[in-house]
């Protein structure tokens, strides 16, 4: 049974910093990836690591945001710095695996305030 767990979410104020972890299990992923989705919005990539190291991320991120992963211990991260009001959402671990199946973690959800 495939699993995403997240963990980190949380209050901050804006400005602050928050740690998104996400412990996957029963499979392999060829990418991961943060998605959010605010409340009467569409979900929106955050961003995305693919195996040989390549990262992407949406616009509004301004580098601001980083992806990582540690393999040995199957979590994915998203360091987030300098955040915004407008950054408060419901964020999603997400990976595909080398059949091509997309899953997604739960969610917990990031509140900055203002």
Do not use: H
């Amino acid at each position: 049974q495939v699993q995403l767990v997240e963990s980190g979410g949380g209050l901050v104020q804006a400005g602050g910093s928050l740690r998104l972890s996400c412990v996957t299990s029963g499979t392999i992923f060829s990418t991961t990836a943060w998605y959010r989705q605010a409340p009467g919005s569409q979900r929106e990539l955050v961003a995305s690591l693919t195996s040989p190291g390549r990262s992407n991320y949406g616009d509004f991120v301004k580098g601001r945001f980083t992806i990582s992963r540690d393999n040995a211990k199957n979590t994915m991260y998203l360091q987030m710095n300098s955040l915004k009001p407008e950054d408060t959402a419901v964020y999603y671990c997400s990976g595909i695996d080398f059949m091509s199946s997309r899953y997604w973690g739960q969610g917990t959800q990031v509140t900055v305030s203002s």
